[in-house]
Structures are given as C-alpha cells and as structure tokens.
C-alpha cells in the first residue's frame, strides 16, 4: 500500500493543485519512483489510498498496467491518517503480512528486502517490521531504538546512553490484525499503535543507511530533484 492521501500543508503552493504524490523529482512523479521500485522487487499487487484531488492521481496512474503493475485505488473522500487509511483499505490488502510506504518520501531502499521480511514477520507472531533511517536535519530527536534487530521502547535496560533513536522512514511491514479495531472510516495515526506494540516487544527493524528523503518542503523537493537528477547523469 502506498499512502498518497495527504494533504501536503507544508507543500504549498505547489499542493494547491497537484497532489503531492504527484510532485516530479528526476523528471517523474514521487510516487512513480515507488511503483517502479516495488515493481522491480516482484510486488506488483497495489492499493494507493487518495483523499486531496485524488482523482488526479488515479488519472496519472490508471490501472498500473504500464508499470507491470495492479493498482486499486482506496478513496477515502477526507484523509484518514496513516492508522485509518490503512484500516479503511482492508479489505483490498488480503488476510497476509503487507508493506506501506509513505507516498511523499525518496530512497533508494531495496523493496525485494519486503518479500524476506514479510515472511519472517508471518513466521515470528511480530505484528510489524519498521525500516528506520538515519536522523535529518529537521528530526534530529529520532523516533524509535533499534538494537539487535528489535525495536524497543525508550525505558527498555538492554539500552545504554550511546543508543540514540532512528527515525522512522514511513517503510513498513505490518500484519492485517493489527488494524482490525479500528472502526472503517475513523481517523487515527498510527504511532500509538506502534508504541503499544513496541511495549509488547512484537515490532522487529532494520537501520537503513543510504539514501532517504522525507519530502516535506518546497526546498527539499528542490535539493532532491537536483540530487536525483546529478545521480542519474552519473550513472
């Protein structure tokens, strides 16, 4: 699932009119890049959810043919919140383990790592997966500890003061049930959910260290179009 149903505030004025999944870095819209990436690691069953001018999204995109993809669309009218959209879009993402990737960031993260993942998480009883990055420049606090491969809450005393947070990349991996209790159409975000889990110790992770752009300025659109564009004439 990728999450395309935000408003993109911090966007604007370049989201007044253009959805901000829609917003072009390398000469292509952000959300392309995830589909051709998830496309390319054998995933090409898709739900993209949509509120702000969604129709222009599923205008762009269609059906998914084009990318070797299958696209179904969750409208959701008004933006649910991450927690909500995915509970709204259940029944579209099936009874197994599934990714979510939020629709406004970069990053060259390798999604076949997903099809490993999801089948350690269906295998283990963990509820979710989280790839977490380092920390930018405007999240310099983190979110989340990693150690060993688990994410542990910040009062956890396998801990020590050199374990400083990671930011959460909006990657994931979660089970269905997880989302179960939320009722269809309710708004809720997801980090208390995550928290809760975290606390249970059901929630394993991974550090990802190369590149990732949250998208959240006009500016950082800008530095990473730039960035995009000097890599691909590199290669």
Sequence with gaps: MILAAGRGERMRPLTDRTPKPLLEVGGKPLIAWHIENLVRAGICELVINHAHLGAQIEKALGGGSRFG???QYSSEGKALETAGGIAYALHLLGDEPFAVINGDIWSDYDFSYLLKHAAALQASGDTAHLVLVNNPPQHLNGDFHLLNGRILPTNDQRLTTNDSKLTFSGIGIY???LFAGIPRGSIAPLA?????????????????????VDVGTPQRLAELDTQVRSLHNAS
């Design 192 to 212: 208390p959910l995550l928290r809760a889990q975290i606390a249970l110790g059901k929630i394993s992770g991974e550090h990802h260290q190369g590149l990732w």
């Design 69 to 71: 993809a299958n696209i």
């Design 175 to 177: 089970q269905p049930g």
